[in-house]
């Protein structure tokens, strides 16, 4: 039954869809007059060669930064989403000051018999030689890591991973500096994404905890996101949000769109620190919330 | 013959459709959000092609035209090329969410089926 309407309506779906497309412009059209404007004015308004990026970065920048907007909400969200247990950063003393309370509630442990000692012995001789959870909570150390899974990968792996590094880094900043490729600041971003990716397949995450920490990738990616901002809104001074106020080098030079050059590195910082941190809170979605509870007995854990 | 374009992509999109109501894994209804998304990028391409056109780069003009004088020339549409750049990013951008709540979802109800996921049923 779900099936035939599901196909019945996706069916209708597709037919809406195709009476709709037969009537759009087909290829023999004229370009639209929106279209005609941003290729006019690339070159001698932005002094670009590349009018996807002016658009992008200049006629319709409204657009793009109401994206970036975007994906910040979603990269937040899936920080929100996916956060796990945050770590001790300082000392809380929860035992110390639940103590007197404690004490009245539970005034003792019952004295161990010896079945149950040999019991306990046995218990901690099978779990083996994982290290057990602190016994108190106070004794938790402090700014303890999970165990990390992801262990570096064969020499072969590694040695590839350093030979592709520096090239995808030097293309990947080579997309937005020239501003030649549409989107500049985007694919290149994503390129970047890509480089940190390679580099924890192949070494494990050891080797980049110390850049690909979420604390300071929170703060870069919202520094690009101001600079989006403080980019656009300087366009007041010349007239309207998002206009140039730099000054234009000939084209085909790094500084040859103006504010849309800025823009595109700005959207690099934006577009590479918000897909990485999606990334890595995606992987690390390690931490169950909800315990396996065995008394559990409405069948939802049977799964 | 570019309509036949226009017309795959509006089947892909049904597909897509097919596959969210008929499937009851959730990573499979977020895969066919994901091909409505793909249909949306094919149609936005499909759009700013024009025959014989070249690509919007304004850069080694043919011999006996300017630079300037491609703007007015034969090329495809840049504004729905940009419009597509940005719909990638908002695809990226919604896909990463829900498939961060699929796995919120799959850890609380210890299930990827949507038919077993009725807390918020009554």
Known sequence: ?303 | MIVANYLVAGVVFGLGVVVILTRRNLVKIVMGLSLVESSCYLLLLSMAYRRGSTAPVLLGPPKGNSEQGLATGNVADPVLQNICLTAIVIGVAVTAVLLVTVVRIAQHYRTLDADRVRDLCG
């Open chain 1, 1 to 303: 039954m779900r099936t035939l309407v599901g196909w019945v309506l996706g069916g209708a779906t597709a037919g809406v869809l195709a009476l709709g497309v037969v009537d759009l412009p087909r290829e023999g059209a004229g370009l639209p007059q929106i279209a005609r404007e941003a290729l006019r004015v690339a070159l001698p308004q932005w002094h670009t060669t590349e009018p996807v990026s002016e658009v992008v970065y200049g006629t319709r920048a409204f657009d793009t930064f109401g994206e970036t907007f975007l994906l910040l909400a979603a990269v937040v969200s899936v920080l929100l989403l996916g956060r796990h247990r945050e770590r001790r950063r300082e000392y809380f003393g929860e035992e110390e000051a639940g103590k007197e309370e404690q004490q009245y509630e539970n005034p003792g442990d019952e004295p161990v018999g010896p079945s149950e000692r040999s019991a306990r012995e046995a218990d901690a001789r099978e779990s083996g030689g994982r290290p057990a959870a602190a016994v108190t909570p106070d004794a938790e150390k402090v700014g303890t890591a999970a165990p990390e899974p992801a262990w570096g990968m064969t020499a072969v792996v590694r040695l590839a991973v350093r030979w592709v590094v520096p090239v995808l880094a030097v293309a990947g900043l080579y997309l937005m500096l020239q501003g030649y490729s549409p989107g500049g600041g985007f694919p290149a971003g994503v390129v970047l994404v890509g480089l940190v990716l390679l580099v924890y397949a192949g070494f494990g995450y050891r080797r980049i905890a110390r850049v690909v920490r979420p604390g300071p990738l929170e703060v870069v990616e919202l520094i690009g996101a101001l600079l989006v901002i403080v980019v656009l809104a300087l366009g007041f001074l010349r007239g309207s949000f998002g206009a140039n106020w730099l000054p234009l080098a000939p084209e085909r030079t790094f500084r040859s769109g103006g504010t849309m050059q800025a823009f595109s590195a700005a959207e690099l910082i934006e577009v590479g620190t918000g897909l990485t941190i999606v990334i890595f809170s995606i992987l690390a979605v390690r931490h169950d919330w909800t315990p396996a509870n065995p008394d559990d007995s409405d069948g939802k854990d049977e799964q």
